[in-house]
């Protein structure tokens, strides 16, 4: 048997690769060291580092899978995560833009209002959360969504949490970070990011 085609694979081991990712560093940071993508803006920032796979990184067709491992530093009321979807948010767009379902087909996200979540959302107009961990949880995590025979399976550090029902469904976009600006003006508006440590990303046709 072949091995699986690899459509994306990155453990952030040097600088970060700009023809396979799009940076906007946002005022923030952005910047690799020690085999992990670092994600960081200072205290007062509206923004966040945002980057994205440039094109599509899924597979057109066929069984696949998406492995994350990362970790978050801290956890704040404005959320980061790692996120798949069906579209990417422009940089600089609104919270309410930003969690268009097309946007949010499955995600990775700390904030202080839920801590860690793992949501799958699909082709519904809403997330499940399928998985919650600490509140704030700062350990080290794998995450997985993996395609099979017409269904979604994700995985957490090793233990399937979910399944989906039949779909057909098939995210087409990857992106990291928050791609929101904050009004300054907003009392409710908390200009303290969550950070965020990506240790590798991979993408992969399954046989």
């Not at 799958?120 to 949880?137: E, H, I, M």
């Not at 994700?154 to 469904?169: E, F, I, L, N, R």
Request: hydrophobic share 35%.
């Amino acid at each position: 048997m072949p091995p699986p085609a690899v459509y994306l694979s990155d453990d952030f081991d040097g600088a970060v690769d700009t023809t396979r990712w799009q940076v906007y560093t946002n005022g923030g940071s952005a910047t690799t060291g020690g085999g992990r993508l670092n994600l960081s803006a200072p205290s007062g920032s509206v923004r966040f580092p945002y980057v994205h796979a440039k094109g599509s990184p899924f597979p057109a067709a066929g069984d696949f899978r998406l492995r994350v491992e990362l970790q978050y530093t801290n956890s704040t009321w404005s959320g980061t995560g790692v996120v798949a979807g069906t579209e990417l948010p422009a940089n600089g767009v609104t919270e309410l833009e930003k969690n268009r379902p097309d946007v949010f087909f499955f995600s990775v996200w700390q904030d202080n209002n839920m801590g860690l979540v793992v949501a799958y959302g699909g082709a519904a107009s809403s997330s499940t959360t399928v998985y919650q961990g600490g509140r704030p949880d700062t350990g080290r995590h794998t995450v997985v969504l993996r395609y099979v025979d017409g269904a979604y399976q994700v995985m957490v550090d090793g233990q399937q949490v979910y399944q989906s029902p039949p779909t057909d469904a098939r995210p087409a976009a990857l992106w990291f970070g928050n791609p929101v600006v904050l009004s300054a003006d907003n009392p409710l508006a908390d200009l303290n990011w969550t950070g965020l440590g990506i240790d590798h990303v991979s993408i992969e046709q399954l046989p």
